[in-house]
């Protein structure tokens, strides 16, 4: 089984060709993005790379919603950062939103990222009941 996740209020990626998350019987995908989906740019209230990681993480949030997770069910995430002068910023952020952990294990990369995006998330759940 899998199914295609796409919550109407993130918006609607299927243009560009792509879907907000995808389950399966055991795992859960989501991609966080901090986009605009009418203009593919950084949304307006990213104004810190802060708000963009927090957003980010609301997005993965949603999406594991929908498939009954949350981000205690999240077991790894892969963050890329637009410039590594960002990094302190994104990990006090991205630590808020876990809490006081346990913390999923992460990669971090520093690369060029689509549009006017500083901060892309990609998490990975499982369903606690497929453990």
């Known amino acids: 089984?899998?199914?295609y996740l796409n919550p109407a209020d993130l918006g609607d990626f299927s243009p560009q060709g792509l879907s907000s998350g995808t389950a399966t019987d055991v795992f859960v995908y989501?991609?966080?993005l901090a986009i605009d989906p009418e203009t593919m740019a950084r949304r307006k209230e990213a104004e810190s790379i802060a708000d963009e990681t927090r957003i980010c993480l609301e997005n993965v949030a949603r999406i594991l919603a929908d498939a009954g997770l949350t981000l205690r069910d999240v077991v790894k995430t892969t963050c890329y950062l637009q410039d590594d002068a960002h990094r302190f910023e994104f990990l006090d952020a991205y630590k808020g939103a876990f809490g006081e952990g346990p913390y999923p294990a992460r990669s971090t990369f520093v690369l060029g990222i689509a549009s006017n995006l500083r901060v892309q998330i990609e998490a990975v759940?499982?369903?606690?009941?497929a453990a």
């Open 1 to 3: 089984m899998i199914d």
């Open 30 to 32: 989501a991609a966080g």
């Open 125 to 129: 759940a499982v369903r606690p009941d």
